[in-house]
Nanobody
Framework: QVQLVESGGGLVQPGGSLRLSCAAS????????MGWYRQAPGKQRELVAS??????????KYADSVKGRFTISRDNARNIMYLQMNSLKPEDTAVYYC????????WGQGTQVTVSS
C-alpha cells in the first residue's frame, strides 16, 4: 500500500508563500494522475491542483480559486510532488492533502496551512 506524507505547512501572513511537499512511498507518478486537495473547517475536501501521470503527459489543472497563485510540480526520480503557494489569502486556510486524482489511497494526516495576520 502506497503511503503519502505531506509536509511544509505553517502559519503565514496574507500575501506570503509556502511550498508543500508530498512524498510517496512508491513510484506512482508514472501510473496515476495526482492532485493536491484541501479541506477548510466545516467544508468538504476540494481538489485545488492536479497533474496527469507521466504517461499521460503531465497536464496540469487548477481550481479557479488558486489559478495564477499556486503551482503544482513533481520530482519523478524522488517520488515527491510539490505545491508552491504564492499570494496566500486567508481563505486558503485549510489542511492540505495529496492523493491520486481521483483519490485512490488512504488519506494522510495532511499539513495545516493557516493564513492570518
Amino acid at each position: 500500500q502506497v503511503q503519502l506524507v505531506e509536509s511544509g505547512g505553517g502559519l503565514v501572513q496574507p500575501g506570503g508563500s509556502l511550498r508543500l511537499s508530498c512524498a510517496a512511498s512508491g513510484s506512482i507518478f508514472s501510473i496515476y494522475d495526482m492532485g493536491w486537495y484541501r479541506q477548510a473547517p466545516g467544508k468538504q475536501r476540494e481538489l485545488v491542483a492536479s497533474i496527469t501521470s507521466i504517461t499521460r503527459g503531465g497536464i496540469i489543472k487548477y481550481a479557479d480559486s488558486v489559478k495564477g497563485r499556486f503551482t503544482i510540480s513533481r520530482d519523478n526520480a524522488r517520488n515527491i510532488m510539490y505545491l508552491q503557494m504564492n499570494s496566500l489569502k486567508p481563505e486558503d486556510t485549510a489542511v492540505y492533502y495529496c492523493n491520486a486524482d481521483p483519490p485512490l489511497y488512504d488519506w494522510g494526516q495532511g499539513t495545516q496551512v493557516t493564513v492570518s495576520s
